[in-house]
């Protein structure tokens, strides 16, 4: 935290060190008082700490100069407040825009509606009843894009999950996996993903990519995301990934065919 917002009676300070400077040297009190919203007596205790700071010089009753140490101060506090304002404007900004992806070329401030397709947010200049927003700058179709101004909510479907069991290498392993209904979640899924050595075998004898690491986010952020998915789980690895999924609430299905 800047040492001007550390605390109120900084804050303070600072705030009576500007008003002399842009209202001095003669000035009362009670003025300053009244600007800030605090008692005369508080202003009278702030410029007694602030004389024993060198920030100040009394001249006379009810005049003051601010030293050089007292504008050095206000230069340093002013520069971490701007500072500090660009990083809540970038904050803000990285709230108020999302990105997409352009389903059509769009200009400028162009009006679009916004759908989840493939697990991605995309962008479209076809207008419907659902969310809209605005395109914060041009786009061709294919390319990210910021949007701002979202209204309505972005239909989402929470995507279909296989659990396919695979017997652990004590019971076969892979030599025991039914194919052809694995074949067939296969190529009903957008997402396929292992656990388990034995898992890994079964997925590379048909012949599909997959995912290996961090399986068990994958398979949750993907159907998060309207994806079906399929996830091979070798047996002992069963228990953990069931688990993850009742506690996202996330909708399951296992499947345990094998040739056994």
């Not at 995507?159 to 392993?173: A, E, H, L, M």
């Not at 070798?234 to 909708?251: A, D, M, S, W, Y």
Request: net charge neutral.
């Amino acid at each position: 935290m800047i040492e001007v917002l550390r605390n109120k009676n900084q804050t303070t300070k600072f705030q009576i060190l500007v008003e002399i400077a842009a209202k001095g040297p003669d000035i009362q009190q009670r003025e300053i008082a009244g600007e800030l919203d605090i008692t005369p007596q508080a202003v009278s205790d702030y410029i007694a700490q602030l004389i024993g700071e060198g920030m100040l010089v009394a001249l006379g009753r009810s005049s003051y100069r601010v030293t050089k140490e007292g504008v050095n101060r206000v230069i340093k506090s002013l520069k971490e407040l701007n500072s500090y304002n660009l990083y809540i404007q970038r904050a803000v900004n990285n709230i108020s825009v999302c990105a997409a992806l352009a389903e059509d070329d769009l200009d400028s401030n162009q009006q679009v509606s916004l759908k989840m397709k493939g697990g991605l947010l995309y962008a479209s200049a076809k207008i419907n009843n659902g969310a809209t927003g605005f395109a914060v700058t041009p786009a061709k179709a294919g390319e990210d894009v910021g949007i701002t101004e979202i209204k309505g909510i972005v239909p989402l479907e929470t995507g279909k999950v296989i659990v396919f069991t695979i017997p652990d290498i004590s019971r076969g392993g892979s030599r025991k996996v039914n194919y052809d209904v694995l074949k067939k979640y296969a190529g009903d899924s957008s997402i396929i993903a292992g656990l388990g050595i034995e898992s890994y075998a079964a997925l590379l004898k048909i012949g599909v990519d997959y995912y290996r690491y961090g399986v068990v986010e994958v398979v949750v952020e993907a159907a998060r995301t309207g994806l079906d998915v399929l996830v091979c789980c070798v047996e002992g690895e069963l228990n953990e990934l069931i688990i993850r999924l009742e506690k996202e609430k996330i909708h399951f299905r296992l499947v345990a065919e094998s040739s056994l």
